[in-house]
């Protein structure tokens, strides 16, 4: 007869009797078998990874969630702080920790932050620079225009004197004495505020030259062209023209007139001068 001792065995101290992924626990007389953490119990009796990072589960919604064997990890999504369990905001526009120009403002958005160029700025938010002030050409209202008004199709508009007797801007001067001589060449003319002058122009002075404005010319502009711009010789034949002299009241537009093209002149600081009719020199 032998002598049995009702002692219990430890099933779990022997290797694998659960399988892997699992808890062991003995029992009185047995033991069972429970899936360790992070694992489920699959189809097949066996523990199985459980996948953390379906969505809705686990990791905030602004969270990078990544499934690992018997675990998982959450990281916060860029512009998000926290443990990735929850992550909340990050104020980049109140922690200065943004690109905004100093001209911008910045406005915090979840997960961003965005930049708006200050009123009286433009740009992307990032650069931004002042707006330019919109340089209006002369009208006739502003050059207080005593002449006929015309307007032409580009949008320009000039004050025609009804006697060339007036000039100035807005026809509003008498005329001064003329302190040039005949000029025979296609280039400058340079004539005080308040001079007109009577002028020769030889023929084919369309060819070349500088010409900036319309209607008023600025001195350095060849007075030649300016006449064939201003419609006064169209053929560029030459001529006697009569040309006055004037101030600055610019910014003059380029524009192309009977085949010749004139520039802008947005400054200027010498005199300018506009071409009379030559119709208006016999006298
Ligand atoms: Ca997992
Ligand atoms: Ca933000």
Redesign the pocket.
Known sequence: MGHFSHVDVNECEESEVCGPNSVCTNTVGSYECACAEGYTMGDDGQCVDVDECLPGTNCDVNAQCTNTEGSFECACAE?YEGDGLECT????CSNDDHDCHSDAVCI??????ECACSEGFEGDGRTCTAVAEEEELPTCESRSCKGDCLNYTDGGQVCRCRSWKKYGNGCDVLKQTCSTNWKRSCGKLQLDDGVICKFWCPPGCNEAGKLFGNDTYTANSHVCRAVIHAGLDENAEGGFFLAVGLTYDGPYEGVTRFGLTSRNKNRYTGGTFRIVGDEDIIE
């Open positions: 512009g905001d990050i104020d980049e915090n958005t979840a997960g961003s932050f």
